[in-house]
């Protein structure tokens, strides 16, 4: 009765450094092939990533965190004046064209 929903997280290797440090025997037909496979080892972070972007349960991820935690960030600080410096580009482009 806790359980308020499902939602998705993934362990946050880029902060916590994880690399495919770990090597494995590769099976075929339940025997040793003779190769290797790397696999992630992960590093002992407690850090996630929760997908706040899954569209069956957005509104209630939104409502239980934090909105320092949901805000969006904008890639570009003046997103119109770069979309003006796109254009002009693209214009650009276009006439060098013919």
């Known amino acids: 009765q ?7 997280a993934q362990y946050d290797c880029e902060t916590a450094k994880c690399e495919a440090t770990g090597k494995r025997p590769i099976m075929q037909e339940r025997r040793l092939s003779g190769r290797v496979e790397k ?3 992960h590093e002992n ?3 996630y990533l929760i997908n706040t972007h899954a569209f069956h349960n957005a509104d209630l ?4 965190l934090p909105r320092h935690l ?3 960030i904008p890639l570009h600080d ?7 410096g796109l254009a002009s580009d693209m214009q650009k482009a276009h006439g060098e064209k013919k």
Request: no cysteine; charged share 35%; proline share 4%.
């Open 2 to 8: 806790d359980i308020k929903f499902k939602f998705n």
């Open 39 to 41: 696999f992630i080892i």
């Open 45 to 47: 972070v407690d850090r």
């Open 61 to 64: 991820l939104r409502a239980t």
């Open 70 to 72: 949901t805000v969006p």
């Open 78 to 84: 003046d997103r119109a004046a770069y979309h003006r």
